[in-house]
C-alpha cells in the first residue's frame, strides 16, 4: 500500500504541475481571437485564483478516469483544466463577504482581500465563462457531439441543480438546520457535484459504452460523499495551519453536518464505507484502476 501511495503521490504531483502550467498558459495577458482585450487587473485576480495552490484533484480524476478507459490524454488535461477553472470560481465566490467571509483560503489571502471585492466577482464570473471556452475550444480535440456533452454535463454539476444551488442550501443551513437527508442533498450539490463530473467526464473523452460512464459516474458520487465527510471531519479536528484556511466555522455558525449530527465514531465508519464501495464500483476494470482505487483512499486519509 506504501508503495501504491508513492505512485499515486507522484501521479497527482506531476499532474498538478502540468494543469497549472496549461492555466498559466490560457490566462496569459495575450487576447484569443474574438476577445477584444484582456484586463491586467481582472486578469491577474483570475491568475491569482487558480494557481496559489491546491492539490488540483478534480483535474486529476479527469485525467485518470480518461486514461483508464483509453481517452486522449491531451483532451483530458484541457477538460481537467476548464473543471479547475469552475472549482476556483466557487472558492472565490464562497470566500466573498456575503458568502462564507474568509480572509484565508490555501494559507494565503482570500481574492477579494488580495484585490478587491468587485475585482473577485468578476474574477470568478471569468472563470465560470472561460471554463466552457476551454471545452468548446479548437484545441480541444474531442467530437463536438462529445464537446457538448461535457459542457451540458459540467453545466449541471456547477449550476441551479448542482454547486451554486448546494452553496445556496448550506447558506440557508446557518438559519434552520436540515435534517440528515437535507444534509447530505447539499453535500451531493455542493461537493459531489464537481467530483462526480470529474470522473464521469473520463468516460466521455473516451467515447466509452453507458455503462462505463454510469460505473464512473457512480464512483465519483461515493468519492464526492467521502470528500466532504473528511472535510467535515478535518474542520472540527485540524488547524487552521495544516488546512490553509479557517476550520471550526460551521459549528461556531450552526450549521449541521454528519459529523454533528452523527457524531465522530459514526462519521468515521461512513467514510470508510464510501471506500469500499469506490473500490466495488471499480473492481471490474482490476489493476488498471489501481490509480483510481488510490485517489479514494487519498480523499479518506488526507490531513487537509
Not at 487576447?31 to 487558480?50: F, K, Q, W
Not at 464570473?125 to 475550444?137: E, N, R, V
Not at 466509452?208 to 458520487?221: K, M, T, Y
Request: with cysteine.
Amino acid at each position: 500500500m506504501d508503495a501504491n501511495r508513492d505512485t499515486f503521490e507522484t501521479r497527482l504531483k506531476n499532474n498538478a504541475g502540468e494543469i497549472e502550467a496549461l492555466l498559466d498558459a490560457l490566462l496569459s495577458p495575450n487576447a484569443l481571437s474574438d476577445e477584444i482585450a484582456r484586463p491586467e487587473t481582472l486578469r491577474d485576480a483570475m491568475h491569482y485564483a487558480v494557481l496559489n495552490g491546491g492539490k488540483r484533484l478534480r483535474p486529476f480524476l479527469v485525467v485518470e478516469s480518461a486514461a483508464l478507459l483509453g481517452g486522449d490524454a491531451e483532451a483530458a488535461l484541457r477538460v481537467g483544466a476548464a473543471l479547475e477553472c469552475v472549482h476556483c470560481y466557487s472558492l472565490v465566490h464562497d470566500d466573498l463577504p456575503a458568502m462564507d467571509d474568509d480572509d484565508l483560503r490555501r494559507g494565503k489571502p482570500t481574492v477579494h482581500i488580495k484585490f478587491d471585492e468587485a475585482t473577485a466577482i468578476l474574477a470568478g464570473d471569468s472563470l465560470l465563462t472561460y471554463a466552457f471556452d476551454i471545452i468548446a475550444a479548437p484545441e480541444t480535440t474531442l467530437p463536438d457531439s462529445s464537446k457538448a456533452s461535457l459542457v451540458l454535463a459540467l453545466a449541471r454539476a456547477a449550476g441551479l441543480g448542482g454547486m451554486a444551488g448546494g452553496q445556496a442550501l448550506d447558506l440557508a443551513a446557518e438559519r434552520q438546520v436540515p435534517d440528515e437527508a437535507g444534509i447530505i442533498r447539499l453535500q451531493a450539490m455542493k461537493t459531489g457535484a464537481l467530483i462526480r463530473f470529474a470522473c464521469e467526464a473520463g468516460a466521455v473523452i473516451s467515447a466509452s459504452l453507458p455503462e462505463d460512464r454510469r460505473r464512473l459516474r457512480a464512483f465519483g458520487e461515493k468519492i464526492g460523499l467521502a470528500f466532504q465527510l473528511a472535510d467535515d471531519i478535518l474542520d472540527l479536528t485540524s488547524d487552521a495551519a495544516t488546512m490553509g484556511k479557517a476550520t471550526g466555522k460551521d459549528a461556531a455558525r450552526g450549521k449541521g453536518t454528519l459529523v454533528a449530527l452523527r457524531g465522530m465514531e459514526w462519521a468515521e465508519v461512513q467514510l470508510r464505507e464510501h471506500v469500499r464501495d469506490a473500490e466495488a464500483l471499480l473492481a471490474p476494470y482490476g489493476a488498471r484502476a489501481s490509480t483510481l482505487t488510490a485517489a479514494a483512499h487519498f480523499i479518506a486519509d488526507r490531513k487537509n
